[in-house]
């Protein structure tokens, strides 16, 4: 079975800009009140969940982030591919542990530890 995408997050270079900007185009409803200041989309059917936030360092991206049973070996089978490991995988206070590979090309692809 193939694995699913299961979160997408948009960053850049002011949060609260991007969350009124997505929250206007989409009429999503983005809860940006935990301790990241990081804006939490909830899924809809059909349709998955994601984030809108700020990034640490001023740059800006899209990812898409896919469900994995074992990060190590996605990552692993990536490189296999042409990829490259951008983050090993790392524990999320209170989330899920996350891992990202870029592709041949340089785009940033997020793993999820099976939930």
């Known amino acids: 079975m193939a694995q699913p995408v299961v979160h997408f997050e948009v960053v850049g270079k002011d949060g609260a800009k991007l969350r ?6 989409f009429d999503w ?3 940006a009140s935990n301790p ?3 804006g939490i989309v909830q ?6 969940g994601g984030g809108v936030g700020q990034s640490p360092d001023g740059s800006t991206h899209v ?3 896919v469900q994995v049973d074992d990060l190590q070996a996605a990552l692993d089978k ?5 990829g490259k490991t951008v983050m090993a995988p ?6 899920p542990a996350l891992a990202m ?3 041949p090309d340089g785009n940033v692809i997020g793993l999820v530890a099976g939930m």
């Open 78 to 82: 990536a490189e296999s591919l042409g």
């Open 63 to 65: 990812t898409w982030y």
């Open 101 to 103: 590979f870029a592709d």
């Open 43 to 48: 899924p809809t059917a059909p349709g998955i």
């Open 36 to 38: 990241q200041n990081y």
């Open 20 to 25: 009124q900007f997505y929250s206007g185009v």
């Open 29 to 31: 409803e983005i809860d």
């Open 90 to 95: 790392d524990e999320v206070p209170g989330g």
